[in-house]
């Protein structure tokens, strides 16, 4: 099993930036897929991003490719989600996601989540 709690979330004028980190507990961090989803009010929760075990293999949601990054630290048990050039609507709660079996893009497919955290972007 491992614990995963999310930080980092906040208000933010659209065009600004944010960095979500997430650390682990548990099992061997190295060992889990990581992944970010998010979810907005009344939309289902949907893929952001998601990084392999060494971190070297990456894949990005359509939406957010070429403005967020997805990193990891293995030594610190941590997971990063730095967003630039935010807009209005990536505003969501955030949750970080671990498996030890996919680097899928499926909401189901992911075994542990944090607790989220709020994005909030101004117009």
């Known amino acids: 099993q491992v614990q995963l709690v999310e930080s980092g979330g906040g208000v933010v004028q659209a065009g600004g930036s944010l960095r979500l980190s997430c650390v682990a507990s548990?099992?061997?961090?190295?060992?889990?897929?990581m992944g970010w989803f998010r979810q907005a009010p009344g939309k289902e929760r949907e893929f952001v991003a998601v990084i392999n075990r060494s971190g070297g293999t990456t894949n990005y949601a359509d939406s957010v490719k070429g403005r967020f990054i997805i990193s990891r630290d293995n030594a610190k048990n941590t997971v990063y989600l730095q967003m630039n050039s935010l807009k209005p609507e990536d505003m969501a709660v955030y949750y970080c996601a671990a498996n030890s079996r996919t680097l899928g893009t499926v909401v189901t497919s992911w075994a542990y989540w944090g607790q989220g955290t709020q994005v909030t972007v101004s117009s």
């Open positions: 548990g099992r061997a961090f190295s060992s889990y897929y």
